[in-house]
């Protein structure tokens, strides 16, 4: 029997406040880098002559005052939870997947044009049928450039803007054409949509308000991610590659086949989140229905740190701030691009988290609790 050693019969010294707050503060980083960008926007608020108690006072109430606020901030924040959980898998495994807008428009294409066509199904199978569309869209439009990846080491951050830009330019050709019509509505020749999906597609709603059933599909989504990173081999192998792929590459692992899934799913889940937008909010597809979604996942994801299980409350943040721009711009008479510089202060904090740290004394960053965005060019 080994003899105890001076550690194991020194007496432990009881946990005292600082010992808490050593272990504690870390985890509220993006809390402060929220908090601390706040307090710059209300110092702006009030430089332009206007009140930030008034101004934030309508920004709560026009995301959070009332249940119908409360739902609105849900859907709208639905897309952002999972746009960023699937550009926070490509983070895992050392990939910038910048192109979560294009495999969004494939998604969504995907699911509307089986919703426009299967309208004879009933809802219990065509609501499944065109999500898996979504998520064939999106899995297919993501693989694209993890094979380029892996094959030719070209740069996943050109191939996914340029493949936004194809998908983009496609829907729109697409839901233009005239000669004949395409996917445009014969119907309504002067809207930039689809054609309308059959009711048996659309996603249950909540009676008496706009909270769909999409926000089930992104807790979903989170839990499975979660399981698949940290809980099975493919996620292992996943963020051995992102933390190094030539040590990942030594222990056996097929780098370029785990870069090709790795995008794949990433892409899938981008698809899914168009699929559930179309299905669950606009029932059909607009040429600019998703501008910008796919860049502010990006940020949503950095806000998280990618991690699947953050995901929830830092869609919720965005979408909220988003949801409540409305009200305070009224409220206050500002502009409602005080939220934009408001977003850009928090994700430069938890960005150069380093600056929030010594603001609140928290102690510096150690080995281990970096997120790893991109292995970089040429990696």
């Known amino acids: 029997m080994a003899r105890p050693t001076e ?23 993006p809390l402060f880098a929220v908090f601390t960008a ?25 995301a959070l005052g009332s249940p119908q606020a409360i739902a609105n901030t849900i859907v709208r924040s639905t897309p952002f939870i999972i746009t960023g959980l699937a550009v926070a898998l490509g983070f895992k495994a050392g990939l910038f997947n910048i192109g979560a807008e294009g495999q969004l428009y494939a998604g969504a294409l995907l699911a509307v044009l089986i919703g426009i066509t299967f309208t004879g199904l009933p809802g219990i199978l065509l609501v499944p049928l065109a999500i898996a569309g979504g998520a064939v869209g999106g899995m297919l439009w993501g693989a694209i450039p993890g094979y380029l990846k892996a094959r030719t080491g070209a740069h996943e951050v050109i191939n996914t803007i340029m493949l936004n830009y194809i998908a983009i330019r496609l829907t729109e050709w697409l839901i233009k054409s005239r000669d004949p019509y395409l996917l445009g509505d014969p119907d309504d020749p002067s809207s930039a949509r689809t054609r309308l999906i059959s009711e048996q597609a659309q996603l249950p709603v909540i009676p008496g308000t706009d909270l769909h059933a999409g926000i089930l ?158 292995r970089g060019w040429g990696a």
């Open 217 to 374: 599909m992104a807790v979903i989504l989170v839990l499975l991610v979660y399981w698949l990173l940290y809980r099975t081999t493919i996620g292992f192998e996943l963020r051995t590659i992102g933390a190094n792929p030539a040590a990942a590459r030594y222990a056996g692992i097929k780098v370029p086949r785990t870069i090709v899934l790795a995008m794949a799913l990433s892409g899938m889940i981008a698809g899914l989140a168009g699929a559930g937008e179309v299905l669950g909010v606009e029932q059909a597809l607009k040429t600019d229905f998703f501008s910008g979604l796919g860049f502010d996942s990006i940020a949503v994801a950095l806000l998280a740190r990618s991690n699947p299980l953050a995901m929830i409350p830092a869609g919720l943040l965005w979408g909220g701030l988003l949801t409540g721009a409305r009200l305070m711009q009224v409220r206050a008479a500002l502009s409602i691009d005080l939220i934009k510089i408001v977003q850009a202060l928090i994700i430069m904090f938890v960005a150069a988290d380093q600056i929030v740290r010594r603001l609140y004394r928290i102690r510096t960053r150690q080995a281990g609790e970096e997120t790893i965005f991109s």
């Open 38 to 62: 706040l307090v710059i926007g209300a110092v702006i608020i009030e430089l332009t002559g206007k009140s930030w108690l008034l101004a934030y006072g309508g920004l709560w109430d026009g």
């Open 7 to 29: 550690a194991d019969t020194k007496p432990r010294r009881p946990m005292n406040v600082r010992d808490i707050w050593g272990w504690v503060s870390p985890l509220l980083v």
